[in-house]
């Protein structure tokens, strides 16, 4: 696509005024979200600084900079500071120039400074809660009666995160703009769904929904003795509805303590971390938006005369609020697809989209209530759709728009006409049409699978376009997606045994993984649990069954492993202890750096003793908690992810597997005890009573009545069914066992009962990548780095160099001297002087000699740039790269940009909310020189010219 189409070029001149753009998948949003902007700043009186561009990640932040370039007239330094980025980044920003005393206008005696942290790891922010929910039970004897009802505190945490993304903030005495409301419900809204679930069905001969489902009322279930019988809530013999009064009687309630018990937690837990220096992502809009609110004439200071919203559908309601609150204009453009909204989990309201007009005018209503916050027109509004396709066939979008109305289960009832009347249909623009689609099934699922994809591999039948000519497919235009993660490790198990090359990409269960499970046990070893700890040390170690089983009754330990407990127990800190760890057992690279820094974030940012790191550990184990630590799919490998990791991506040929009864959708709902759900407010699902003298934790009818209610999510299953549809550009197969979905079953397609075969695979071609992985293998031509970028012949002829045996041994010492070793700069060694002062003047978290891979795509091809940074120091705020050079001159230094625009990009990656600065270190002069770095277009036309 180099032109707008029709319907893009609309967009791109439609500059001014409310805009809704429905751009559906593969319509080039992207490309004509970065030319409106391109076109508003290329206005008379309008900078960068004037419009807000709101993205989703950071990645697609820094992408719309490299395409905004080359459309406008502002280059990359100019725009490097310009407001395109994620809401949490725009918060954060906020905080940092103006939030000092935001805290207070809750009722909160602290500040934020700029050495407040962004605590961006929920596995880290999951151990402070656990250590602030001990101190806050042990504070409130009153609550007792709450906490035996919680089976898991920590619980809790995704409560206060969905109440803040709602906007519902606590203060020292009550609730920050009536927020209350929320809690309360709304009832009226309630009996709409209540009514509309007890109508009868088959003109009065059927009974209702409602009283259908309500036929498993009390079952294994334990109420209180005042709760009503199954015939007083169903209605009597015969009935065809519930009673009416039922909706009354569920609904009200006296939840005065409840909401107090919630209030208390929410409240001290923003002073708890506060007090420890830290904010969550939910945090930063909270204290944000009550910025905004509050400080009028902030307000009118930083408001934008432009803004737009990529990814509306996945925005939040405080979100939404925030970007008016932002707008000084009405100058506002949401772009996005309700088709593809999946992100319910992480709090985004599809309603942003689907109810943008009412939601406009009741969100401007409530911050307006108390004075003039949102001034401008809300009227006219303009719809715009970007129809036309440049992904997928034609016969992949039209099949595509079934998955919107197929049931996903027996009990989901789907309005087809007001759903279809809502779809806007996608017109394909691709050179080539042609696309199986089709589904297999058998009881051994996996090898099934395996079977299809190796009858895919080379066959005439599903070639594949590549500028705009066919060819057979091979293994790495196949991509499985899976709607549960287990799936596909189980997947990748059985493709190791036969050798079919394939890799997973997204987060992987960190504490599962061999690193976690040794660790683990050194440190039960250390901490007195010696029998479980050195079982898996000593099956590590080779040891039998009943070697093992004999060193433990006699406890006749090897030498050297006693001696390196030992070692172990002399450590002063966990991070010493699993460094060591790893460095004894040869576990390094991505998977076991990032285990490191959580283990040490947890460890340095709670107080937590050993021992209650153990047992995070093992409830990680347990609860399989994941970690995005991902592994590249290597040279020509079939390519696993879950939906979620895959929206945005495209394959040429997708196969969606494990379409099986209570995999998708999952069975099961939300089972916490104390739950917030729209219209029914905060309610207790199970609550502590002392009934007839015997302690017990009952069920609540009245929650149990009112969740009979509420919509199942089948909507969000049905778009997640879309979303991987969509994905696929040329052929689509789905998969089940013997237990398949109801959307199996539903949509129009037939199925084969395909007989497994599969055949070993020896390709030497192909690089094997698992879940283990810890290196990652380039995706491209072998051996590639910064270096291969630099031109060679700004090192030739100079003179006074000192060889690369002084550089080699200048840059050991710097590594062995920052990691703490007893060295000293060798006698007249200036260069180690320097570095020795350099390393002294450093404050925050060191790491040195770090190894990063920086994945490219050029011209179709993927290629990774790997290298190692000489040292990274990491502040709150900041992150800096500071390369070692020993040099005598600056002559090379246009091409030491290169490496570190390589490194730059990284590390920006790893710490999206700091800023990454980049700069060399001239050794021998201890001059210290700032990198502007290049663009990862720069980066990528340069590996085009090498290539």
Not at 156 to 172: D, Y
Not at 243 to 253: G, H, Q, W
Not at 396 to 417: G, M, N, Q, W, Y
Request: hydrophobic share 35%.
């Amino acid at each position: 696509m180099t032109q707008p189409n029709d319907h893009q070029q609309d967009l791109i001149d439609s500059t001014d005024g409310i805009h809704v753009v429905d751009a559906g998948a593969g319509t080039g949003k992207t490309f004509t979200v970065t030319r409106r902007y391109a076109e508003i700043v290329d206005q008379d009186e309008v900078a960068p600084a004037d419009v807000l561009l709101v993205t989703f990640t950071n990645n697609a932040a820094t992408e719309m900079k490299d395409r905004i370039v080359s459309h406008c007239g502002y280059g990359m330094r100019e725009l490097s500071d310009a407001p395109i980025q994620t809401f949490h980044s725009l918060c954060h920003d906020l905080l940092m120039e103006h939030g000092f005393e935001a805290p207070t206008h809750l009722g909160i005696d602290d500040r934020i400074t700029g050495s407040t942290r962004i605590l961006e790891d929920e596995t880290v922010e999951k151990a402070q809660f656990r250590e602030f929910i001990r101190r806050f039970s042990d504070d409130h004897a009153a609550y007792d009666d709450f906490f035996r009802a919680i089976e898991d505190p920590v619980e809790l945490l995704g409560l206060l995160t969905q109440l803040a993304s709602k906007g519902v903030f606590p203060t020292a005495d009550g609730w920050y703009r009536n927020g209350e409301r929320h809690l309360d419900g709304d009832f009226e809204a309630f009996s709409e769904l209540f009514d509309e679930l007890n109508q009868p069905r088959n003109g009065g001969s059927k009974q209702s929904r409602l009283r259908s489902k309500l036929s498993r009322y009390g079952r294994n279930k334990c109420y209180l003795p005042d709760a009503p019988d199954k015939s007083t809530i169903r209605g009597g013999r015969g009935e065809k509805q519930v009673p009416a009064d039922v909706a009354r009687r569920a609904f009200e309630e006296d939840r005065a303590d409840l909401k107090q018990f919630v209030h208390d937690v929410y409240f001290e837990y923003l002073e708890f971390a506060l007090s420890r220096n830290y904010l969550n992502f939910g945090f930063l809009q909270l204290f944000a938006f009550v910025l905004l609110c509050d400080d009028h004439s902030l307000r009118d200071d930083v408001a934008f005369e432009y803004v737009m919203i990529d990814e509306f559908q996945d925005s939040s309601e405080i979100q939404f609020k925030l970007a008016l609150l932002l707008a000084d204009t009405n100058n506002l453009c949401v772009v996005g697809d309700w088709k593809q909204s999946i992100y319910s989990f992480q709090y985004a309201a599809v309603e942003n989209i689907t109810e943008f007009e009412s939601r406009l005018d009741r969100f401007v209503a409530e911050l307006n209530e108390d004075g003039e916050r949102v001034s401008w027109a809300t009227r006219p509004i303009t719809d715009i759709e970007l129809v036309e396709n440049y992904r997928s066939t034609q016969a992949i979008l039209d099949f595509s728009e079934h998955s919107l109305v197929t049931p996903a289960a027996s009990t989901d009832k789907v309005d087809v006409e007001e759903v279809q009347d809502r779809i806007v249909s996608l017109s394909a623009n691709t050179p080539c049409e042609n696309s199986n689609i089709e589904a297999i099934q058998h009881e051994d699922e996996h090898e099934a699978i395996l079977t299809k994809i190796q009858e895919i591999a080379g066959n005439e039948d599903y070639q594949v376009e590549e500028d705009g000519e066919l060819r057979p497919p091979e293994y790495g235009d196949v991509a499985v997606l899976t709607r549960t993660r287990d799936f596909g490790r189980e997947l990748l198990s059985a493709a190791a045994e036969y050798g079919l090359p394939m890799s997973y990409e997204g987060g992987i269960e960190l504490f599962r993984s061999d690193p976690a499970k040794l660790l683990l046990a050194w440190l039960r070893i250390l901490d007195a649990d010696s029998e479980r700890g050195w079982a898996v040390v000593l099956e590590e170690a080779g040891y039998t069954l009943d070697e093992i089983e004999y060193i433990l009754d006699t406890e006749r330990y090897p030498d050297n492993m006693q001696a390196f407990k030992t070692e172990l127990a002399e450590l002063e800190t966990i991070g010493g202890v699993a460094q060591r760890v790893f460095s004894r057992y040869n576990y390094d690279g991505a998977h076991a750096d990032v285990l490191l820094t959580t283990v040490q974030s947890i460890h340095s940012a709670t107080t937590v003793t050993r021992g209650d790191l153990i047992q995070f550990i093992e409830r990680g184990i347990e609860n399989g908690s994941t970690q995005e630590v991902h592994a590249s799919a290597g040279v020509n490998s079939v390519t696993v992810q879950t939906i979620h990791a895959a929206k945005g991506l495209e394959h040429p040929i997708v196969i969606l597997v494990n379409m099986n009864s209570h995999r998708f959708p999952p069975s099961g709902g939300n089972s916490n005890t104390i739950t917030f759900d729209d219209p029914i407010g905060l309610r207790q699902r199970k609550r502590y009573a002392d009934d007839y003298g015997y302690p017990h934790i009952h069920d609540n009818w009245r929650t149990d009545v009112l969740r009979t209610c509420l919509p199942r999510g089948y909507d969000e299953e049905r778009r997640l069914l879309y979303v991987s549809m969509t994905r696929a550009e040329s052929h689509l197969v789905f998969s089940a066992g013997e237990n398949p979905n109801t959307f199996f079953e539903e949509l129009p397609v037939a199925v084969e009962e395909i007989t497994p075969e599969v055949e070993a695979d020896d390709r030497s071609e192909t690089t094997q990548a698992n879940l283990q992985i810890s290196v990652p293998t380039p995706a491209g031509p072998v051996g590639h780095s910064p270096h291969t970028l630099m031109r060679d012949d700004v090192f030739e002829d100079v003179a006074g160099g000192r060889g690369t045996e002084f550089g080699t041994q200048v840059h050991e010492f710097a590594e062995r001297y920052a990691l703490g070793a007893d060295v000293e700069p060798s006698k007249g060694n200036d260069d180690e002087s320097h570095l020795k002062t350099l390393i002294d003047s450093l404050d925050g978290e060191i790491r040195v000699e770090e190894d990063v891979y920086l994945p490219l795509t050029v011209d179709g091809e993927r290629v990774t740039i790997s290298g190692v940074v000489d040292l990274v120091h990491i502040l709150p705020d900041t992150v800096e790269i500071i390369d070692f050079k020993t040099d005598r001159g600056r002559h090379a230094e246009a091409e030491y940009r290169k490496q570190l625009s390589v490194y730059y990009h990284v590390l920006h990656e790893c710490f999206p909310e700091r800023d990454v600065t980049a700069a060399i270190f001239y050794t021998a002069e201890a001059t210290r020189v700032d990198i502007n770095p290049l663009s990862k277009a720069d980066i990528a036309e340069l590996t085009r010219a090498v290539l």
